[in-house]
């Protein structure tokens, strides 16, 4: 099992800044994909950035359009903990962001997720 806590978030007005940590814990994988998701109200739960890395080798990332040019995904080398940094936010970021992790040797599907945490952009 893998735990995942996530930490940021909360209400910021448009045109501000949020960062979102995600920090796993528990069984290790040689490969990790780790996305952050999120799900405004009576809307589907989307992907909005992912990485993936191998040992200290950042493989790709990947963005959503709605979000490239103003959000940034990164991890720390030293340790299963990945961020969101968001800045220029609108109000239609307005949504529940969970992280998520999968092997990507193993499994196709996101099998672990955070508590997930509200973002909050006023206009």
């Known amino acids: 099992q893998v735990q995942l806590v996530e930490s940021g978030g909360g209400l910021v007005q448009a045109g501000g800044s949020l960062r979102l940590s995600c920090a796993a814990s528990?069984?290790?994988?040689?490969?990790?994909?780790m996305g952050w998701f999120r799900q405004a109200p009576g809307k589907e739960r989307n992907l909005v950035a992912s990485?993936?890395?191998?040992?200290?080798?950042?493989?790709?990332?990947y963005y959503a359009d709605s979000v490239k040019g103003r959000f940034t995904i990164s991890r720390d080398n030293a340790k299963v903990t990945v961020y969101l940094q968001m800045n220029s936010l609108k109000p239609e970021d307005t949504a529940v962001y969970s992280c998520?992790?999968?092997?990507?040797?193993?499994?196709?599907?996101?099998?672990?997720w955070g508590q997930g945490n509200q973002v909050t952009v006023s206009s």
């Open positions: 528990g069984r290790t994988f040689s490969t990790y994909t």
């Open positions: 998520a992790v999968r092997n990507p040797a193993t499994s196709m599907k996101f099998d672990y």
């Open positions: 990485i993936t890395w191998s040992g200290g080798m950042t493989l790709g990332t």
